[in-house]
């Protein structure tokens, strides 16, 4: 038995947050610093000086050595490197130095991290700078390491964004502005900043760590990349909300503890659809912290499960022909006052303010769909997207038949009277219960309303939620600035006339992006062609929806990404998808090669002894032949396709345009991939257990 646990004691105990800094820094030096986190002033050095040594002196007492300036560089995964605190004096001892200046800024070399030619080698200088708004905090790791870890954002020389935080800040400050314009022209005279803020739900799976140790594709791509289906799957709806296994429990204990030192919110956690399949949710919070919480997430969830001889997987499709994992990207805007922009109240026909956002998401996700697209375009969601429970490729915004119906209300200059009491429940909560029915309907839905928030579902689960947001924040900053306009321009007797056209206007123009129906189906597929809805299918076209002249111009003028930082990040993903598939595709050429031929072989070699002896004996071992020639006709087609998919893979490497290369990947090297696939399946379901090189569906999947 486990100790009882106390949360509120743990809760955020290894965190450099608010009560920390209230107890630990000097009265002005701490005013100081919150009106930089909270107003964005500069930070003098003289208090980042003070801010050191509070936040060295708490580091060392609780057993840090080090500190990181800790970043999210343009791998989707963070990166770190380590400074102890020493500093050599005189006499040949050390003391423990932390300075304003390390603290603030940081020049790690970091040159191989992708940069997409923003950095040339003889300028291949890349900063860390403080990001004081995403609290510090301490990693510790099994051995009983602790380090002191800084949130910064990277960035080149020339100021170039090398990573996914610095454009997610730009992008809120640019959200901020807009909205707060807004709010001003409908006469809000309190709310001064609007941040936004998001909830990801991370979903992942859970497997045995001695089945993961035997599979290469398991091990260096993520998923599988061959498997016989199990005989039983998801398909008995058994696993969701399932109860959870002891040895699991125990797994999300502790990842809810480790969660809950660095102030994380872990908050709910349960079965997913799929076999071996979990999800945690955390309380939102401002979308910079939540993007570098869900990175936090990722990494504990990798390290807990090692703990408990498991390993989690975090790719969008770990198995074939189950559900995939994403990431439900809960967002909203809210204001440093405490308004929820998007909480309808008990009367949201009445409610201009609500009304007025929500037109602006219309207009944003309609105008911007294949941005969104592209920010949610990976190899992994590539297998997910359109399969298996998983939002289509087409975007569409759920609005629900209430909402939907007071907006037409609108557009058609009729009055709609607000059905009181199906929004009493609300937003009264931070987790806010829907009426049963409105959430039920809109499980297909890629992006969905879902009360006082979008929930944004396309998003892979190995991915950073920064991207998503990025661009959820800069196309609503475009509409935000062009109400704003409008009622700027109507002035306070137009106001209530103005608003009512730019709902009307949202409807007219962009109301083609609200669906309220199932987006698993084909009517859907033909009706979103006829309202000629993009539909783009492979993350390979998506992305170049962010290198357009429309994408240039829009995050330019918001100051989120350049030109440069949008040519730099589309051929970083594009390399990037190259080098997942040929990863996978090599990784299944060595399985093929190493593990399932071989396999196979013996199996024939053991057949032929067979038949021989039985034949001596004098039967005619009809069977045995029949199973050999069967066996022999999916060898001899498998070494073809091997030999098929080698020759694609050699091929596409010679492709010289980027683009053109990632599509003959996609084209060329996945369909050879498959084609092996199919047959090494069929294998194996006809090879008797005890041959089968690595473990099967069944073991991996129901085994725990
Ligand atoms: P469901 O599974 O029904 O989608 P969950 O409770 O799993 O619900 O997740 C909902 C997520 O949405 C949580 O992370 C929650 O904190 C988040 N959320 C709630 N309100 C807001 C808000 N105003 N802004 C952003 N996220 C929110
Ligand atoms: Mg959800």
Redesign the pocket.
């Known amino acids: 038995m486990t100790k009882p646990i106390d949360v509120t004691e743990i809760f955020g105990s290894n965190v450099f947050n608010d009560r920390v800094m209230k107890e630990r820094l000097p009265k002005d030096t701490y005013r100081a610093l919150k009106r930089t986190i909270q107003e964005g002033l500069p930070l003098s050095l003289d208090v980042a000086n003070v801010v050191a040594s509070a936040m060295r002196d708490w580091a060392i007492e609780k057993g840090a050595t080090h500190y990181t300036h800790w970043f999210q560089p343009l791998t989707g995964r963070t990166a770190e490197k380590h400074d102890s605190f020493i500093s050599p004096t005189e006499d040949g001892s050390v003391i423990m130095e932390f300075s304003g200046q390390q603290l603030t800024q940081g020049e790690p070399d970091a040159s191989s991290l992708p940069n997409g030619g923003l950095r040339s080698t003889f300028e291949a200088r890349g900063y860390t700078a403080w990001d004081c708004t995403s609290p510090a905090f301490l990693k510790t790791d099994a051995s009983g390491n602790v380090t002191l870890c800084i949130p910064t954002a990277f960035c080149s020389y020339t100021s170039e964004a090398l990573d996914k935080k610095t454009p997610l800040l730009r992008s809120m400050e640019a959200v901020s502005k807009q909205a707060v314009r807004v709010l001003k022209a409908l006469g809000n005279k309190t709310s001064k900043r609007v941040t936004s803020?998001?909830?990801?739900?991370q979903e992942y799976f859970l497997i045995d760590k001695s089945c993961y140790e035997q599979r290469l594709d398991l091990i260096v791509s993520g998923r599988t990349l061959f498997g016989a289906p199990a005989p039983k799957g998801q398909e008995l709806e058994d696993q969701y909300f399932g109860a959870i296994k002891d040895r699991i429990a125990a797994f999300m204990r502790d990842l809810d503890i480790e969660l809950w030192k660095m102030g994380i919110?872990s908050?709910?956690k349960?079965h997913e659809v799929a076999p071996a399949q979990y999800?945690m949710?955390?309380?939102?919070s401002t979308t910079n912290i939540?993007a570098d919480h869900n990175q936090l997430v990722m990494e504990t969830m990798q390290r807990v499960a090692l703990r408990h001889d498991l390993v989690c997987l975090l790719h969008e499709k770990p198995f074939a022909g189950m559900n995939g994992s994403g990431k439900?990207n809960?967002?909203?805007?809210?204001t440093d006052d405490g308004i929820?922009l998007?909480e309808p109240g008990r009367t949201p026909a009445e409610n201009e303010q609500f009304l007025i956002f929500v037109s602006a998401v219309i207009m944003a996700v309609d105008r911007h769909a294949e941005k969104l697209r592209a920010s949610c375009g990976n190899p992994g969601n590539d297998l997910r997207l359109g399969a298996n429970e998983a939002p289509p490729t087409i975007i569409s915004i759920f609005m629900g038949d209430e909402f939907t119906g007071i907006l037409k209300g609108i557009a058609s200059g009729k009055k709609v009277a607000s059905h009181g009491q199906n929004f009493l429940q609300v937003?009264v909560d931070?987790?806010?219960q829907?009426p049963k029915d409105n959430?039920d309907r809109n499980r297909t839905s890629p992006f969905a309303f879902?009360?006082?928030?979008f929930?944004f579902r396309m998003v892979g689960s190995s991915a950073s939620i920064s991207g998503p947001n990025i661009v959820m924040n800069t196309i609503a900053a475009e509409a935000l600035d062009e109400i704003a306009t409008r009622l700027e321009k109507a002035g306070k007797s137009n106001r209530n006339k103005e608003a009512a056209a730019i709902v009307r206007d949202a409807m007219k123009k962009h109301g083609r992006i609200i669906f309220n129906g199932n987006n698993y189906s084909d009517e859907w597929i033909a009706e979103a062609r006829k309202r000629e809805l993009p539909n783009i299918r492979g993350g390979v076209e998506a992305l170049a929806a962010m290198a357009t002249p429309d994408a240039v111009r829009l995050f330019e003028k918001y100051k989120v990404l350049s030109r440069g930082e949008l040519r730099s990040r589309h051929e970083i993903y594009l390399e990037g998808y190259i080098k997942h598939v040929n990863i996978e595709a090599q990784a299944s050429v060595q399985m093929v090669k190493k593990q399932y031929l071989p396999a196979v072989i013996k199996f024939t070699e053991e057949l032929a002894g067979a038949i021989t002896r039985l034949k001596a004996a004098g039967s005619a071992a009809k069977v045995q032949k029949e199973l050999l020639g069967k066996v022999t006709e999916l060898l001899e087609s498998s070494s073809e396709k091997l030999a098929a998919l080698e020759t694609s893979i050699v091929k596409a490497h010679h492709v010289e345009d980027l683009e053109k290369r990632a599509m003959t990947f996609r084209d060329k090297v996945v369909p050879s991939a498959n084609a092996l696939r199919k047959d090494i399946d069929a294998l194996e379901e006809i090879l008797p257990s005890r041959l089968w090189p690595v473990p099967s569906y069944a073991d991996m999947l129901f085994k725990l």
């Open positions: 803020t998001v909830g990801p739900e919110s908050k709910t349960h999800e949710a955390p309380i939102f939540a439900h809960n967002w909203s805007l809210m929820n998007f937003g931070s987790l806010p829907l959430t879902t009360g006082n928030k929930e």
